[in-house]
């Protein structure tokens, strides 16, 4: 029982803060129907800034640098294609691939940094917590915290006017020139908001796991889009806040297969390929739930024919 309690709460604390990184592609991918490809070295970014401003002492003011660089990230990547007619997921690779020199450049020319002696916000909420019944969970109410915060906020964000015409711009971008509305505004707004997430995900997983390296972005994107598809298959229908929170539940169960996995062994570097596996399932399952019927229906003529 205690291995499981172990487990659920490790995934539930991975889950939690690679959940806001869902939620920027919940706003980017689901809402303003932009694929941002540059997931990745965005959230390197926001780990590598958050890093190094927390070393020099200012774990809190790492939150803020670190959600900075992921709205200039995302600021990059929307001028590149509103202003200069690149195609959105070459827009999103140009990003990512120059986000590496940038990223190794921020962390002062090192694939590496060490956190061990340094304070974060993980280690000013364990001392808070001293004492109390919560100590031994300053880490998961931490992360509760800022997914709490955010999906408040794309709660109400998403239902102000400029939200709306986020969410317009991503269902019928036609219809939103003809209605005054600028889609480029909207697409530069959305695209800073989702990266901002992003760059505060990678914050967090830095300060939490007490160090950085240049890879800890490496295939953001692909566990991001998994748990969203993931969690839309629970919670993808209603309200914004219960699509929100379908997105941070499908986080927690990728999670969890991610920890179970290892728990039983796997090699780390089986785990690109779990991913994949679970992206075609997440994907191909409503498409081939609904072929299922016809599929049936022929095999039972096929059948009724050899019986003839």
């Not at 997931?39 to 790492?62: E, M, N």
């Not at 990678?202 to 566990?223: H, Y």
């Not at 996995?261 to 785990?271: G, T």
Request: aromatic letters at 6%.
């Amino acid at each position: 029982m205690e291995t499981v309690l172990s487990l659920l709460e490790t995934a539930l604390e991975l889950g939690l803060i690679s959940s806001l990184t869902v939620l920027a592609l919940f706003l980017s991918y689901s809402m303003l129907n932009v694929c941002d490809l540059s997931t990745d070295g965005c959230f390197t970014l926001g780990a590598s800034v958050g890093a190094v401003v927390a070393i020099s002492g200012h774990p809190y003011l790492a939150i803020v640098a670190a959600m900075a660089a992921g709205m200039t990230s995302g600021l990059v990547t929307a001028l590149l294609q509103t202003k200069f007619g690149i195609d959105s997921l070459l827009s999103g690779i140009i990003v990512n691939t120059a986000l590496y020199s940038v990223n190794i450049a921020v962390m002062g020319n090192s694939s590496l940094l060490n956190m061990n002696k340094t304070e974060t916000v993980f280690t000013k909420m364990k001392s808070a917590l001293e004492g109390t019944f919560l100590s031994g969970e300053y880490r998961l109410i931490v992360a509760l915290i800022a997914v709490a915060a955010v999906v408040v906020f794309l709660s109400l964000f998403l239902r102000t006017k400029l939200g709306l015409a986020i969410r317009a711009t991503g269902n019928n971008p036609d219809m939103v020139r003809s209605s005054s509305i600028n889609p480029v505004v909207t697409t530069i707004v959305g695209l800073c908001i989702a990266n901002a997430f992003t760059g505060l995900s990678g914050c967090l997983l830095a300060q939490s796991q007490k160090g950085v390296n240049i890879d800890i972005g490496s295939g953001m994107v692909t566990i991001a889009l998994a748990s969203l598809l993931v969690g839309r298959a629970f919670l993808g229908r209603g309200k914004i806040a219960v699509r929100a929170v379908g997105a941070v539940l499908g986080a927690f169960v990728f999670r969890l297969v991610y920890t179970v996995a290892l728990r039983f062994d796997m090699p780390a570097f089986m785990l690109k390929l779990v991913s994949s596996v679970i992206v075609i399932i997440a994907i191909s399952g409503p498409y081939l739930k609904k072929q299922y019927p016809q599929l049936k229906r022929r095999l039972t003529h096929k059948r009724a024919k050899g019986v003839q």
